[in-house]
């Protein structure tokens, strides 16, 4: 249990205590087991890890990795996410024709989809968040 003590000089203030993990980046909740034929795997890989800092970063689905993790338990989220600008179409550039497609996951999927998918991911980033964390896009 971490105690965050009150600012002294703010008299209404009061010490709020969190249920932290022992690590600071140990966020994720489920277990990956083999029990059976429940053979739970998380859905990411690591990408890269600096345990004397603190930082991990993951590979996989945005959603499936917040949902499955700990509320209020990440510092810092930086997102990149599909903009859906690319038509699979062409443009000019420097006086060459270039594909304007980036991949499959950033072509659209029409504008009510496309929405949904972004309060999707925003709504499972401000539950995993820390009381103090902060999301940079």
């Not at 890890?49 to 810092?76: F, H, P, T, W, Y």
Request: hydrophobic share 30%; glycine share 6%.
């Amino acid at each position: 249990m971490t105690k965050i003590q009150p600012d002294k000089k703010d008299k209404n203030t009061k010490s709020v205590k969190y249920n932290l993990p022992k690590s600071s980046i140990d966020f994720y909740s489920i277990k990956e087991t083999s029990e059976g034929n429940n053979y739970q795997k998380r859905p990411f890989t690591v990408y890269y890890k600096n345990s004397e800092q603190s930082v991990r970063l993951l590979l996989g689905n945005c959603i499936e990795i917040l949902n499955q993790a700990r509320e209020n338990s990440v510092d810092m989220i930086f997102a990149d996410p599909p903009y859906f600008l690319s038509s699979g179409s062409f443009t000019c550039q420097n006086g060459r024709m270039v594909s304007v497609k980036k991949g499959d996951w950033d072509l659209s999927n029409g504008t009510k989809k496309n929405f949904e998918f972004h309060v999707e991911w925003i709504k499972a980033c401000r539950r995993v968040l820390k009381p103090n964390g902060i999301i940079i896009l």
